[in-house]
């Protein structure tokens, strides 16, 4: 079934100044080290029950299943303007640090992007869409199989993601011993693109571009593709899986990470201000009605 979503945007007017000001964050805002506290909080017991159903449920043969559901870009014609607004409705139940729509964190994340990187267009485009895949979810995915952290499938579970020794136990690759090695069904530095990632919004984004051909650098396809695997970009675990190409990347992913992680507050953007400058790198890289 084809899913038609459309909005009106307003997207007339100047380019304008930066509406987001880290100033404000630094004042209010929390300390690196309080980012991604997966032992507390208030938020603690939505987020763990989401990767416990995750890496109960997410298994190389789910994985596969999801690629043939949604790689076909079968479900929807939307402009990513469209995608972005749509994320008003979605609030992330694995994120421990926000509880405020996702939307709010795109521009965030692009605006730090900007301030950073101004002469960068796509990497601005990056921050902006790199969630936007999570529209699965209101699509009718859990968002078990949308949001969170990723991490291969088909071989060993690494020790470094989240929650690992408590919520992998009815799990049945867990107990696969074929799939239970180091390498599992991959070859030593076979190279991330064949291996396959637990399915997410990462992953269908990545596959989106692809599908429409959108013309952003490789380094922002791995940005985009990557970035929620903290197991590889944060904790150096499945290096013996990346070739090459892979650990030139790295540094581009970790640079994205900072803006995706560190950008988080409740100081939220003037989005209505911010739309027409990041309309016109939608019209750039991502132009007209795509396919989803």
């Given amino acids: 079934m084809q899913i038609n979503i459309s909005f009106f945007c307003c997207v ?11 100033e404000l964050q630094s004042k209010e ?11 507390g909080g208030d938020l603690f017991e939505r987020v763990f029950n989401t990767y416990k159903l995750m890496h109960k ?3 190389l043969d789910f994985v596969k299943k999801k690629h043939m559901a949604w790689s076909g870009c079968t479900h929807s014609r939307m ?27 795109a521009f965030q994340t692009a605006e730090g992007i900007r301030r950073e990187h101004p002469d960068k267009d796509w990497f601005q485009l ?3 869409i790199h969630d936007i895949g999570k529209i699965m979810a209101l699509w009718g995915e859990p968002q078990w199989a949308v949001v969170g ?23 049945p690759d867990e107990k696969n011993t074929t799939l239970n090695t180091e390498c599992g069904i991959y070859e030593r530095h076979c190279g991330l693109d064949k291996v396959l990632m637990s399915w997410g919004h990462d992953e269908y984004l990545y596959q989106v571009m692809k599908f429409n051909k959108c013309p952003i650098p ?6 985009i593709r990557f970035h929620s695997f903290y197991p590889w970009h944060t904790h150096a675990n499945y290096m013996h899986l990346c070739n090459d190409k892979d650990l030139n990347m790295l540094p581009w992913v970790k640079e994205f990470n900072k803006f995706d992680l560190y950008t988080k507050s409740c100081d939220l953007p003037d989005v209505e201000q911010l739309k027409p400058y990041y309309q016109s790198l939608i019209d750039k890289y991502c132009p007209g009605v795509l396919q989803w």
């Fill in 218 to 223: 490789e380094e922002g396809l791995y940005m």
């Fill in 79 to 105: 402009t990513v303007m469209e995608t972005i607004e749509c994320l008003d409705q979605l609030v992330d139940e694995s994120d421990p640090d926000v509880d405020f729509p996702n939307s709010f964190h």
């Fill in 126 to 128: 990056v921050g902006l």
């Fill in 12 to 22: 007339q007017g100047p380019d304008p100044s930066l509406a987001y000001h880290p």
């Fill in 149 to 171: 952290d990723t991490y291969p499938v088909g071989c060993q579970f690494q020790n470094s993601i989240v929650f690992r020794d408590s919520t992998f136990v009815d799990n």
């Fill in 57 to 59: 449920h997410q298994t």
């Fill in 29 to 39: 805002g929390k300390a690196k080290s309080d980012f991604r506290n997966y032992e």
